[in-house]
């Protein structure tokens, strides 16, 4: 495995790199709260065949946290910008969760402008469909966002109490989203930014009849973040797309199942060889 950066005008883009350089391309992006290395065990899977890239993208990792009011056209820019600066060509673009939907608005721009940096896209648990249940689901965590460490002096207080209540699975999740969302700007943006269902502005489902490279989509039938329905639109919207459902497997599928989902890549791929 390989580290490194690029320049991308003014943010750092951190991938890192399995296989060989000669090989064709798989672009990895990660989901929600994910970065680069959430890939490895299926980028080892894979890095025989093909040049495997994971990169971190805008907001996450080591790639460049700027304080922004996040859409998903901010990553789609800056995958786009990496693309180029890798001077990489007939690229397999395969996105994860959130990942899955930059993943998806890229193919749509790419429709819109007759750009031609995609040749296959793959859709693994893809977020990115309008639902508005979704919107204020997370209202509950908004008070551990809050930039005073009265909050850190409330859940070091609760910890003994959480211990003698049997909550401290419950204390554990707390106490890391806490960690985690001050590291991720992208989930705090996205906690705060989207209150209200009119929010949800950058959604794909209405352009995804646009996408006009082969698509593969791979739901997790257990999947309790992205609901299979979302799955499905993507499955059934996106034309002449090959959708696969894996009876077993939950939002963790890309390291779960990952010996299933590089074999249905590998299969998805076999005709560009």
């Known amino acids: 495995m390989q580290k490194s950066t690029v320049q991308l005008g003014q943010y750092e883009a951190a991938y890192i790199e399995y296989g060989v350089q000669d090989n064709p391309v798989l672009l990895f992006l990660h989901g929600f709260l994910g970065e680069s290395s959430l890939w490895r065990l299926l980028m080892e899977r894979l890095a025989d065949r093909y040049r495997c890239i994971a990169l971190d993208l805008l907001g996450f990792g080591r790639s460049s946290k700027p304080k922004l009011k996040y859409t ?3 990553q789609t820019a800056f995958v786009s910008e990496f693309i180029a600066a890798l001077k990489l060509t007939n690229v397999t673009l395969i996105g994860h969760s959130y990942g899955g939907w ?3 608005a890229l193919a749509i721009e790419q429709a819109d402008t007759n750009a ?7 859709l693994i648990a893809p977020a990115g469909i309008r639902d508005d249940s979704f919107v204020g689901r997370y209202n509950y965590m908004r008070p551990i966002l809050w930039e005073t460490p009265v909050v850190d002096w409330v859940l070091t207080g609760l910890k003994p109490l959480a211990k003698v209540l049997g909550q401290q699975k419950t204390y554990d999740q707390v106490a890391m989203a806490r960690r985690e969302f001050g590291k991720q700007p992208v989930a705090k943006s996205f906690i705060v930014d989207r209150l ?3 929010d949800a502005i950058d959604t794909v489902e209405k352009g995804i009849h646009k996408i006009a490279v082969p698509t593969l989509v791979i739901a997790g039938a257990q999947d309790t973040t992205i609901p299979l ?5 993507y499955g059934h919207g996106v034309p002449g797309a090959k959708f696969e459902v894996l009876p077993e497997a939950d939002h963790d599928l890309i390291r779960t199942d990952c010996d299933q989902i590089s074999n249905l890549i590998a299969l ?3 005709p560009s060889l």
Do not use: D, G, K, N
């Not at 031609?116 to 793959?122: M, N, P, R, S």
């Open 72 to 74: 998903i056209w901010h």
């Open 102 to 104: 930059a993943s998806s």
């Open 116 to 122: 031609f940096l995609l040749e296959y896209l793959i």
């Open 196 to 198: 209200r269902p009119e």
């Open 229 to 233: 329905w979302h799955c499905e639109t």
């Open 268 to 270: 998805f791929l076999t």
